[in-house]
């Protein structure tokens, strides 16, 4: 379980580095409580392009990551892909799965460059990551990945 631990997080660092120079990616740095203090490392592919001028959808985006937390005293990392889709271009919804948990949650973003979100995590397996969740996301990448500021 270590050898696919420490292979989990070397690949997703490798594959942000590799990305992170692309237009439509950028680095998801994050914090998540669900019953359990969770880091939250991963990256963003925008998959619409800022090009929506009169209409009232955000952007829908993938991504994958992995929850990093301590469960039983030590180190463990969760792997997990989300799918999620941002209405009037501040509320967001998404759904994430894990090799732990399934977590719905809806909240607020701030031009698709920081995400406030609450949701409730169901475990797939017995695991500390469970219950109530609220997290918070911020996203670091090149300006095409984030919305145009819109004043008229």
């Known amino acids: 379980?270590?050898?696919v631990s420490v292979l989990t997080v070397l690949f997703l660092v490798a594959?942000?580095?590799a990305i992170f120079s692309q237009h439509n990616f950028a680095l998801n740095?994050?914090?998540d409580h669900m019953q359990a203090h969770t880091?939250?490392?991963g990256v963003e592919y925008r998959v619409d392009h800022n090009l929506q001028r009169h209409t009232s959808h955000g952007p829908f985006t993938v991504g994958i990551g992995?929850?990093?937390y301590g469960e039983n005293g030590k180190f463990s990392p969760a792997p997990e892909i989300h799918l999620n889709k941002t209405w009037k271009h501040f509320i967001i919804n998404e759904i994430s799965v894990s090799t732990k948990n399934i977590k719905p949650s809806v909240g607020i973003t701030f031009f698709n460059l920081t995400r406030l979100q609450?949701?409730?995590s169901f475990p797939i397996q017995q695991s500390d990551l469970r219950g109530f969740s609220v997290g918070i996301h911020v996203l670091i990448g090149r300006s095409p990945f984030y919305d145009e500021i819109?004043?008229?």
């Open 1 to 3: 379980m270590k050898k």
């Open 15 to 17: 594959f942000i580095g």
């Open 29 to 31: 740095l994050g914090y």
């Open 39 to 41: 880091g939250f490392l």
């Open 66 to 68: 992995t929850y990093l």
């Open 118 to 120: 609450f949701g409730y």
């Open 150 to 152: 819109r004043v008229f």
